[in-house]
């Protein structure tokens, strides 16, 4: 029997991890729309409390939990990619196990 076939799999991982390097670079690439909102509406509202002579800390707070949830994203999407590659290659361990067990001596 062959190995399992986690070619696709490898790549998306590879592909998410250089995203969440990237968001922990504060990047603005790999952010979906929602959370592009989110950053870019924190930083025109910082801005406007700085040109108005404002502390910016409540902007500077939401900025902070954008970025945070992006990588909180991130990080659940390579978790979950990384589990299903492990379980296909447990299923595949499995049927080799079964294949190999089931001869006839």
């Not at 590879?14 to 979906?32: D, G």
């Not at 991130?74 to 589990?83: F, P, R």
Request: cysteine-free; proline content about 3%; glycine content about 6%.
């Amino acid at each position: 029997m062959a190995k399992p076939d986690t070619r696709r799999l490898d790549r998306e991982i590879q592909q998410t991890t250089r995203k969440l390097k990237a968001v922990q670079q504060r990047e603005m690439w790999p952010l979906n729309g929602r959370e592009r909102r989110a950053v870019l509406a924190a930083l025109a509202g910082g801005s406007y409390k700085v040109v108005r002579g404002n502390s910016p800390a409540r902007a500077e707070r939401k900025l902070q939990t954008a970025w945070g949830s992006a990588e909180t994203r991130l990080s659940a999407e390579i978790t979950a990619l990384q589990t299903e590659r492990q379980r296909i290659v447990h299923e595949a361990a499995t049927a080799k196990a079964a294949k190999k067990s089931s001869g006839w001596w």
